[in-house]
């Protein structure tokens, strides 16, 4: 692919698997998904999913500064991933918290399982233009 630049940092969980943190293609900047893993130990935080959804967003807005970007200021969507629709009232109390002013496009989508076995993850779009 010509034009796009593979983001890491150590900043977002990091592991084996094959694909990249982050891709940005031109002002776009597309953020792989993520669990509520701390980037430190690798591990799943603890903690209800409020704190969890609170660890996935950092871990997105770190990809984003990665990038270049003001972390979640500059994100325009999101899709969000729960293993149970009852914990959807929960991640927006932390998902609003997050994004207090003009929260980007989003998607919730209720998902049978998620790698290991967390309840909720994230990925996202960036635009990191003028």
Known sequence: MSNTERIVTDEAPRNDNPYSQ???AGDTLKVSGYGPV????????EGDVQAQTEQVLENVAAVVREAGGDGLDDVVKV?????????????NEAY?????NDPPAR????????PGDVRVELDAEAYLGE
């Not at 609003?96 to 207090?100: C, H, I, K, L, V």
């Open 79 to 91: 899709t969000v991933y729960l293993t149970d629709l009852d914990d959807y009232d929960r991640v």
């Open 22 to 24: 982050g891709v940005l």
């Open 38 to 45: 701390d980037p430190e130990t690798g591990e799943e935080i």
């Open 96 to 100: 609003g918290a997050m994004f207090p």
């Open 107 to 114: 998607v919730c989508v209720e998902v049978s399982r998620l």
